[in-house]
Each structure stands twice: as structure tokens, then as C-alpha cells.
Nanobody, 115 residues
Framework: QVQLVESGGGLVQAGGSLRLSCATSRAIFSINTMGWYRQAPGKQRELVATLTNGGSTNYADSVKGRFTISRDNAKNTAYLQMNNLKSEDTGVYYC?????????WGQGTQVTVSS
């Protein structure tokens, strides 16, 4: 398993920005896909964004144009830059790391957007 530690969540007003970080316990370039998911109260966990080690990205329609996933190989850290936040972006955000053999999750970080 890959150990993942998220940070950067918090309370922000609608229209504001946050950047989430996910530190990994192994070289991030060796991880096939890094991803961010979120879970709102009473709802299922949903995909927010993914980034392959080849550089391909995928975003949920609801965040396209507002969120950007990236990684820093030197720091073994993935990021989720969130701009123009909306109240519906509120939830617990989870980092995910997939290799050919493992599928690992972080503990989650709370994001609350006030309207």
C-alpha cells in the first residue's frame, strides 16, 4: 500500500480558492494514477479528477475549468487547485493512488464552502 496524507482543506467563501496537497510514501512517478475524490454528506464518494503518470487528466464535468490536478515528482506530492468554489463543492476530499497492485486512500480532508 501507498501511504497518503492530505492537507489544505478548510472553510472558504463561495468564489474563493483552496489548494489540496497529497503527500505519498513512495516515488509518485511510480504510481500509475493519482486521483482526488470527494464525498458530500449523505452522498456517495465521487470522482473529482485523476492524473496518470503519463500526464493524462480526467475531470468531473462539475469541476472542469475550475479545478486543476497536478503533481510534483521531486516532492512526491499531488495537488488539487480549486478555484471559484461553490457550495456544492463542500465535502470530504480523498486522495487516491493506484498502481498495478494496490489501490490506496488517504484519510480525507474537509472542504466547506459557505454561500
Amino acid at each position: 500500500q501507498v501511504q497518503l496524507v492530505e492537507s489544505g482543506g478548510g472553510l472558504v467563501q463561495a468564489g474563493g480558492s483552496l489548494r489540496l496537497s497529497c503527500a505519498t510514501s513512495r516515488a509518485i512517478f511510480s504510481i500509475n494514477t493519482m486521483g482526488w475524490y470527494r464525498q458530500a454528506p449523505g452522498k456517495q464518494r465521487e470522482l473529482v479528477a485523476t492524473l496518470t503518470n503519463g500526464g493524462s487528466t480526467n475531470y468531473a464535468d462539475s469541476v472542469k475549468g475550475r479545478f486543476t490536478i497536478s503533481r510534483d515528482n521531486a516532492k512526491n506530492t499531488a495537488y488539487l487547485q480549486m478555484n471559484n468554489l461553490k457550495s456544492e463543492d463542500t465535502g470530504v476530499y480523498y486522495c487516491n493512488a493506484r498502481t498495478s497492485r494496490t489501490n490506496s486512500w488517504g484519510q480525507g480532508t474537509q472542504v466547506t464552502v459557505s454561500s
